[in-house]
Nanobody, 126 residues
Framework: QVQLVESGGGLVQAGESLRLSCAVS????????MGWFRQAPGKEREFVAA????????LYADSVKGRFTISRDNNKNTVSLQMNSLKPEDTAVYYC???????????????????WGQGTQVTVSS
């Protein structure tokens, strides 16, 4: 079984930065594509970023491109999301997710991901 635990959320002002981390248990972590999603109140969960198992390729939603950076450390079984220049519209619960069916293809649909963390709240004030 795979378990994901996010941390690092909080309350910041617009323009500031936060770094989210996701600790993953499971021997095959390095074989999964990992992703970050977010869900704002009253909205559907949406894709934010994904990273290939090797870390060599990444994919971002247009809304965060150039501001957010996803990375992973397969030795420590962690995946991180560095969020810079935060905006009030980035306010949401952020979820870490694992796609066990893919090592290479970066998918954006929530249904493609098999394992999910409990989420961490990010609030950006204006």
């Amino acid at each position: 079984q795979v378990q994901l635990v996010e941390s690092g959320g909080g309350l910041v002002q617009a323009g500031e930065s936060l770094r989210l981390s996701c600790a993953v248990s499971g021997r095959t972590f390095s074989a999964y594509v990992m992703g970050w999603f977010r869900q704002a109140p009253g909205k559907e969960r949406e894709f934010v970023a994904a990273i290939r198992w090797s870390g060599g390729r990444t994919l971002y939603a247009d809304s965060v491109k150039g501001r957010f950076t996803i990375s992973r450390d397969n030795n420590k079984n962690t995946v991180s999301l560095q969020m810079n220049s935060l905006k009030p519209e980035d306010t949401a619960v952020y979820y870490c997710a694992a796609d066990k069916s893919s090592m290479i293809v970066l998918r954006t649909a929530t249904r493609a991901y098999d394992y999910w963390g409990q989420g961490t709240q990010v609030t950006v004030s204006s």
